[in-house]
C-alpha cells in the first residue's frame, strides 16, 4: 500500500510473505512478514547473493537471523536474535534466511532485482534441518524467559 502526500510516500505492507516495493535505480526496499515458509520447522534451505549485500531491520515481532558458512558440504550455522531498532548486514556471499515467529516483519534493503535473480540456494538435509531447527528455538525459548 502506498500513501502519498505532496512530498513524502509512505509504505506499508500487510499481506504474509516477501513484499519489494520501494525499486529504485541500483536498490530496493522489502518487507517480509511472516509467513509459514518463516517458521523455523518449514526452513529447508539457506539463500546466498552473489553482487549484493542484504540488510534487515526487525519492524515487529521475533525473528532468528540464520547465517552459516558452508564446509565439507555442511553449513556452520550462526544464529542471531533480532533486536527492534539494530540494522544487521549479511554480506555477499554468505548463505542466510530468516525464522520468523508469527505475527513478525522485518524490513530489507538490498540491490535492486535481487529477487529475480540474484540468489543460490543450499538445501539442508535432515539432520542439518534439525540442527538448526534445535539451535533456533533454544533462542527463542531463551528470549521467552527474558
Known amino acids: ?20 516495493f ?10 517480509l512478514n511472516y509467513d509459514d515458509n518463516q517458521k523455523v520447522e ?3 534451505k539457506l539463500d546466498v547473493h552473489l553482487k549484493t549485500d542484504e540488510v ?13 558458512s558452508i564446509e565439507n558440504n555442511r553449513p556452520l550455522f550462526e544464529l542471531e536474535l533480532m533486536k527492534s531498532g ?11 534466511n530468516i525464522a520468523m515467529l508469527k505475527g513478525s516483519e522485518v524490513l530489507i534493503v538490498e540491490k535492486s532485482d535481487t529477487h529475480l535473480s540474484d540468489f543460490e540456494f543450499f538445501n539442508l ?21 527474558n
Open 86 to 96: 539494530i540494522t544487521y548486514n549479511v554480506p555477499q556471499d554468505v548463505w542466510h
Open 22 to 31: 520501494l525499486i529504485r535505480d541500483g536498490w530496493q526496499v522489502a518487507q
Open 125 to 145: 538435509t535432515e539432520e542439518q534441518q534439525a540442527l538448526m531447527v534445535q539451535g533456533v528455538n533454544e533462542i527463542f525459548s531463551k528470549n521467552k524467559k
Open 56 to 68: 534487515f531491520v526487525l519492524l515487529k515481532g521475533q525473528a532468528v537471523l540464520i547465517t552459516a
Open 1 to 20: 500500500m502506498v500513501e502519498t502526500n505532496k512530498l513524502i510516500e509512505k509504505y506499508r505492507e500487510a499481506g504474509d510473505g516477501y513484499h519489494p
Open 42 to 44: 518449514n526452513i529447508k
